[in-house]
C-alpha cells in the first residue's frame, strides 16, 4: 500500500479537462513539495510537475498541479489521446524517504 | 545532452548480490542529488534510495535498508547499488534518476534495468 493515495484509474474524453487526486499526510504533502510524472508504456517516467506547480520546459500548459495542506492534484485539460499514460504523485517524507502514490492510469475514452 | 545509463541487471538467485551502476553524462554530475527508483512488473513506481551530491547524505527505504548500498564516484560520474540478501520482491526494473530540486524531482531518469530474483 502506498504512502500518497491516488485513483486507481480515470477517464475522459478528447477535450475534456480531467483531474487526478495525490492524498498524503502532514510528514509528506503537508510539509514538503508535491512532484507529478508521466509514464507511457514501456517507457520511463517523465516529470510533468515540481514544486506543486512548476512545469518543466517542453511540458505543455495543459498540465497543470496544485496543492492544498495534505493533497495535490493534477489537471489537465484539452484532453488529447496521447495523454493515455499512467500518472505518479511523489513527494519527500519528513521520516527521510521518498514516497510515490500508487498511480493512477488515465484512459482518454 | 543530459544521459543516464544503467547496466548491471540481470537474473539472480534468492540471497544473492548484485550491483548496479548508472553512467551520468551531460550536466554536472557532482551537483546533483541521485535517486534509484524501481518498478515491478505491473507495478507502480517505489523510491528505493537517494544520495546527496556530496554523498554526505543516503537515505533508503524501509524496505531495501541494511540490504542495499547507494554510493557515487563524482570523479567517474557514476551512481551506483550495491543489492545484497536480493529476495524474489526485490525483482524490477531499477531506475537512476537525477534530482533536480533534492526532493524526488526527478527530471531526468535512465532507461533502467532488469533485475530478476528468482532460483
Known amino acids: 500500500q502506498s504512502v500518497l493515495t491516488q485513483p486507481p484509474s480515470a477517464s475522459g474524453t478528447p477535450g475534456q479537462r480531467v483531474t487526478i487526486s495525490c492524498s498524503g499526510s502532514?510528514?509528506?504533502?503537508?510539509?514538503?513539495?508535491v512532484n507529478w510524472y508521466q509514464q507511457l508504456p514501456g517507457a520511463a517516467p517523465k516529470l510533468l510537475i515540481y514544486s506543486n506547480n512548476q512545469r518543466p520546459s517542453g511540458v505543455p500548459d495543459r498540465f497543470s498541479g496544485s496543492k492544498s495542506g495534505t493533497s495535490a492534484s493534477l489537471a489537465i485539460s484539452g484532453l488529447q489521446s496521447e495523454d493515455e499514460a499512467d500518472y505518479y504523485c511523489?513527494?519527500?517524507?519528513?521520516?527521510?524517504?521518498?514516497?510515490f502514490g500508487g498511480g493512477t492510469k488515465l484512459t482518454v475514452l | 545532452e543530459v544521459q543516464l545509463v544503467e547496466s548491471g541487471g540481470g537474473l539472480v538467485k534468492p540471497g544473492g548480490s548484485l550491483r548496479l551502476s548508472c553512467a551520468a553524462s551531460g550536466f554536472t554530475f557532482s551537483s546533483y542529488r541521485m535517486n534509484w527508483v524501481r518498478q515491478a512488473p505491473g507495478k507502480g513506481l517505489e523510491w528505493v534510495s537517494s544520495i546527496s551530491s556530496s554523498s554526505s547524505h543516503i537515505y533508503y527505504s524501509d524496505s531495501v535498508k541494511g540490504r542495499f548500498t547507494i554510493s557515487r564516484d563524482n570523479a567517474k560520474n557514476s551512481l551506483y547499488l550495491q543489492m545484497n540478501s536480493l529476495r524474489a520482491e526485490d525483482t524490477a526494473v531499477y531506475y537512476c534518476a537525477r534530482d533536480y530540486l533534492g526532493s524526488v524531482s526527478n527530471d531526468y531518469w535512465g532507461q533502467g534495468t532488469l533485475v530478476t530474483v528468482s532460483s
Open positions: 511523489a513527494a519527500w517524507d519528513d521520516s527521510l524517504h521518498g514516497v
Open positions: 502532514s510528514s509528506n504533502i503537508g510539509s514538503n513539495t
